[in-house]
């Protein structure tokens, strides 16, 4: 945490220095809501898996972005998002990303990246947008949903890419390697509420409420925190093709020590393989998929492995066009989490699938108008320990108007 | 724009050997990829022979813009010893840079026209990237003969002023496998129009494509 403090400290201070080399965008985001759901949202405690839900017809806040990045010396450049989802969290506005990047110019095919303090790993095709929002629809799928909520690398990360264009490679390859810390808790909300649909980002010194509350005194999940003092790792690569298509592997560990549970949020250890391609098709017609596959431990036992281990899995595809200032996306999600060990103390189980449809009109540089229809329907099996049924479908029309400068 | 007096000799010269010599052929070269479809920006060359009087000729500063986070054009082919200017079109900043031995150079983070045009001196190709954006490729194509050009989106390039005599033409795309970037045949101009062509043998791979979307960050 105190890294990202000083690279906004480092920030704040550059933008008196030069105008040239910063660019700084805000963005509001205006929401009138309907929704056809018999679950209270997760925003709100309940165990529903959208960001609204049953009594929050309405407008709503979508958020407030504010995102300034630019450089601080010549290769050394920094990036800062803050933001504001107007649901009660602790604070008002919080960031979301802090960094520094260093970029050496390149004086050989290979090109060296190195980034310092708070952001994103480099898992999703879709989030491309100012404020790690998805470019396709407003709601990103349950896998990079789960990336905002619960995953930040907060530490360091470095990538090598061969450069193609020199050798008349139309490709360039990329390893990419991290150490990062405080990110024990990550996994929590998977095992409690399941997969979710939704852009609602867990800022860094953010807090929800938990589904299932078993300590009054800690109705809150706090989630970039650091207990077992080990860092955890992930590791990938990425072939880009033509400066259009992607493909992306990766594999995370975050090296929890389950045995750590002596803290507010006890040490969950999450490990899990992510996949992904996005491809460029003719008629500007975008296509994703991504899969992820791994899963997340808590508690004592003697192999270290964790007293409740749970199975996730999620697979989506999606399909976007864009036609001038028109872009429409539909997208299909499929959500799958099982406890493979200790199920008869805590049973995590989710089964769902989830049908996304899109539209997003760009008026000009500063206006966007998006509506996006969500049909999440399926069971969690945890509802029942709060009286509810497991089964549930939950329907969400949103309309989001947005105004960035 | 402030430039050293011997570019503006360089300028003066140019415009001086606009009038075609007294016994000049026209030259047109077609280039079509394995369908028979027009192949645009592929680099064309003429080499004479034998020493003919070409024209001691020297381009003038030539630009390459930056327009929607990618190099425009693709490619450019330069006379050696050309002032090239990277002028940056769009609302973001670039790093232009390069590696290739003929010419190593990086320009510092700007918008608009950059301070100093870079001037290459020695024949090659030259890989241009962005530091910032690794989306961003594009190529110079810096050559000692004195007839170059590209083609347009018609596939052709056109000379005027040839000498009559042997010639060696050469194409040159880094939009195929490397071992078929370049190509050449022999030809003999007469007084007469002479035309060419070339067929690719296959079909060109996609341009690195421009980001015209501003919501787009991930570079
Ligand atoms: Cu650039």
């Known amino acids: 945490m105190r890294l990202s403090c000083l690279a906004l400290t480092?920030?704040?201070?550059?933008?008196?220095?030069?105008a040239l080399a910063h660019e700084i965008t805000a963005q509001i985001d205006l929401r009138a809501v309907v929704v056809d759901s018999p679950l209270d949202s997760f925003t709100e405690g309940g165990t529903g898996q959208l960001r609204f839900g049953g009594d929050d017809d309405g407008l709503r806040l979508g958020a407030v972005t504010i995102d300034a990045a630019g450089e601080i010396?010549?290769?050394v450049r920094y990036g800062v998002t803050a933001r504001a989802t107007g649901d009660g969290d602790r604070n008002p506005i919080d960031l979301t990303e802090a960094y520094l990047e260093w970029r050496p110019y390149p004086s050989s095919p290979l090109r060296w990246k190195t980034r310092v303090g708070a952001f994103y790993a480099p898992i999703s095709l879709e989030n491309r947008a100012v404020g790690w929002d998805s470019l396709y629809s407003i709601s990103a799928s349950a896998i990079n949903t789960w990336m905002g909520e619960e995953l930040r690398t907060i530490g360091l990360e470095t990538s090598l890419t061969a450069l193609g264009a020199t050798a008349g490679r139309n490709f360039d390859v990329s390893i990419v390697a991290s150490a990062y810390g405080w990110n024990d808790p990550a996994g929590i909300l998977l095992f409690q509420r399941g997969w979710g649909i939704h852009d609602r980002q867990t800022a860094l010194f953010g807090e929800l409420p938990r589904p299932l509350v078993q300590d009054p005194s800690i109705p809150n999940i706090e989630f970039f925190d650091e207990v077992d003092g080990r860092y955890g790792y992930y590791a990938g690569v990425e072939t880009k093709i033509s400066s259009r298509h992607v493909l992306r592997a990766l594999h995370y560990d975050n090296r929890g020590d389950t045995a750590e549970v002596e803290a507010r949020e006890?040490?969950?250890?999450?490990?899990?393989?992510?996949?992904g391609a996005r491809i460029e098709l003719p008629l500007e017609i975008t296509a994703i998929a991504q899969y992820m596959q791994g899963d997340t431990a808590v508690g004592a036992s003697a192999d270290g492995r964790g007293f409740i281990i749970v199975d996730l899995e999620s697979w989506?595809?999606?399909?976007?066009?864009?036609?001038?200032?028109?872009?429409?996306?539909?997208?299909y999600d499929r959500m799958n989490?099982?406890?493979?060990?200790?199920?008869r103390f805590f049973d995590s189980h989710q089964d769902a699938d989830a049908w996304t449809a899109a539209y997003l009109f760009s008026f000009n540089d500063h206006w966007q108008l998006a509506a996006e229809a969500i049909r999440l329907s399926g069971s969690l099996r945890q509802r029942a320990e709060i009286g509810l049924s497991p089964n549930a479908t939950e329907r969400l029309l949103q309309l989001a108007a947005r105004y960035s400068f | 724009?402030?430039?050293?007096?011997?570019?503006?000799?360089?300028?003066?010269?140019?415009?001086?050997?606009?009038?075609?010599?007294?016994?000049?052929a026209e030259l047109t070269v077609r280039v079509s990829d394995v369908q028979g479809r027009p192949a645009h920006n592929v680099v064309v060359v003429a080499t004479p022979k034998a020493a003919v009087s070409a024209p001691a000729r020297s381009a003038p500063l030539a630009e390459m813009d930056q327009v929607d986070r990618q190099f425009s054009p693709y490619v450019l082919a330069i006379r050696t010893g050309t002032?090239?200017?990277?002028?940056?079109?769009d609302s973001v900043a670039h790093q232009v840079y390069s590696f290739s031995p003929p010419k190593r150079f990086e320009l510092a983070l700007y918008h608009g026209k950059p301070r100093e045009p870079v001037v290459f001196d020695r024949p090659g190709i030259v890989t241009i990237g962005c530091n910032i954006h690794d989306n961003m490729v594009g190529y110079l194509y810096v050559t000692?003969?004195?007839?170059?050009?590209?083609?347009?989106?018609?596939?052709?390039?056109?000379?005027?002023?040839?000498?009559?005599?042997?010639?060696?033409?050469q194409v040159w795309t880094p939009l195929l496998p490397p071992h078929e970037w370049l190509q050449t045949q022999n030809i003999s101009i007469s007084d007469e129009s002479t035309r060419a062509s070339f067929k690719l043998k296959r079909a060109l791979r996609p341009e690195p494509a421009p980001i015209k979307d501003k919501r787009v960050r991930d570079y």
């Open chain 1, 266 to 275: 006890p040490t969950w250890l999450t490990r899990f393989d992510s996949f």
């Open chain 1, 337 to 343: 989490t099982e406890t493979v060990r200790g199920a």
């Open chain 1, 73 to 75: 010396v010549d290769t």
């Open chain 2, 83 to 89: 002032p090239v200017l990277f002028a940056n079109n």
């Open chain 1, 10 to 18: 480092v920030s704040m201070w550059t933008f008196g220095q030069s």
């Open chain 2, 1 to 24: 724009m402030r430039l050293p007096p011997h570019h503006i000799g360089i300028l003066l010269l140019g415009l001086a050997l606009r009038t075609p010599a007294a016994s000049a």
């Open chain 2, 144 to 169: 000692d003969a004195p007839w170059f050009g590209a083609t347009g989106d018609d596939g052709v390039w056109r000379v005027h002023d040839l000498p009559p005599g042997e010639y060696e033409l």
């Open chain 1, 316 to 331: 989506f595809v999606l399909l976007s066009r864009q036609h001038g200032r028109h872009r429409y996306t539909a997208r």
